[in-house]
């Protein structure tokens, strides 16, 4: 069974940083990507960052530049440092990590709980 924790999130004043944590628990397959997706109130979630398991990275234009993800794969973790936060960043943000058994098969899905960042202004 594949279960994500986050861990990190709180409250920072505008310009400042937090580092959110995501551990994974379970089995992993090599085919593999781990992101961050966040959602505001009455909004739809949306993807902020990602990495592959070959360290391609994605990230959202609001947060280039600003955030960094990352990824450590023997702990099995990833990690996204947010810096120079702004009051739009506030959400729930969430761990995500999608994996497929080989090339051609379908991804699976897996979501952590979610961690309040709140950016004060």
């Known amino acids: 069974q594949v279960q994500l924790v986050e861990s990190g999130g709180g409250l920072v004043q505008a310009g400042g940083s937090l580092r959110l944590s995501c551990a994974v628990s379970?089995?992993?397959?090599?085919?593999?990507?781990m992101g961050w997706y966040r959602q505001c109130p009455g909004k739809q979630r949306e993807l902020v960052a990602s990495?592959?398991?070959?360290?391609?990275?994605n990230y959202a234009d609001s947060v280039k530049g600003r955030f960094t993800v990352s990824r450590d794969k023997a702990k099995k973790q990833v990690y996204l440092q947010t810096n120079s936060a702004k009051p739009e960043d506030t959400a729930v943000y969430y761990c995500?990590?999608?994996?497929?058994?080989?090339?051609?098969?379908?991804?699976?899905?897996?979501w952590g709980q979610g961690t309040q960042v709140t950016v004060s202004s």
């Open positions: 995500n990590l999608k994996m497929r058994r080989a090339p051609g098969t379908i991804w699976t899905n897996y």
């Open positions: 379970g089995s992993i397959f090599s085919d593999n990507a």
């Open positions: 990495i592959t398991s070959g360290e391609n990275t």
